[in-house]
């Protein structure tokens, strides 16, 4: 179908070099297009919005050299909308307004929407709560029904849900408020001197590797406040860990985590924030070595943080009553630490 060229306003006209001949066309338009992804390029393409001599074309067009390529538009994705999925839930408080549930490391919170189709809408806590409550809160979109806060991934534990709108903007007032008391339990590696102490230090994006946060100062840095305390210390041949309850008054991403670090404690698993992937048990005796060959126990690998949302404690948003709720050590933290400490 030829488009007459007067008939769309070009928002950008590029002309197909001849070394570019025998290439897809949309391979072509990703390569112009570095901060877009070829699936998107793809879309636009799709939608008619990309004209090869005033013709509409196919992404797998193959191009000969000196073509005169007009994008007419730009890409526009379906919007996300979870599904619910039949996936179990360990619901630790329910009633009619709210929930609370102690989430799986492993399990992403919600879909991103940087995602392929099917991975950025299947799997995650939103979908079960969508297969297990009839109704929740509309506050946070069709790709957050429920959400009010989140834990990582690979953080396991507590995370509260709204079932209605009124719970929803409740929630988000206390968490605002600092009136939900988060705590959770973290082993690091290394012996931390002090029994307890606070880690007051702004948390912002890592301008040069952006899946991390810092508390390097800058001026996009959010307040972010963490209370620890020793709650007990572990010497192995392994080398030497420290539990820790950390309790925080702020939920920034990667809060605790990027704090424990800072101070040169980083979370066991945590190889974001310097952890080691592996621990590797210290020298000792050779009949001591040749015992721990034969166990199979020179090596321990977690494979997620120790990081685990244990307990929280909070005023009901519409009833007023006190809810102390707890979660405790999943299995596989706590034969984690069965190897960690065997002899």
Known sequence: MTVARDSQQALREIGVPAEARGQRLDRFLAMEFASVSRSRVQLLIDQGDVLVDNERAKPSLKLRGGERILITGEPHPAPLKAVPEAIPLDVVYEDDDMAVINKPAGMMVHAGSGLTEDARSRGTLVNALLHRFETLSATGGALRPGIVHRLDKNTSGLIVVAKNDQAHAALCAMFAGRRMQKTYLALVQGSIAREKGTISAGVSRDPVRRTRMTTRPSEHARSAISHYEVVRRLATRFGKFTMLRVRIETGRTHQIRVHLASIGYPVVGDTLYGGAAQLTAQAGTKQEQRA??????????????????????????????LLKLEAPLPEDLTAFLRRLEAV
């Not at 721990?292 to 007023?320: I, M, Q, V, W, Y």
């Open 292 to 321: 721990r060959r034969k166990s199979d126990l020179d090596t321990l690998r977690l494979g997620r943080n120790f990081l685990h949302a244990a307990k929280l404690e909070f005023a009901h948003p519409l009833t007023g009553k």
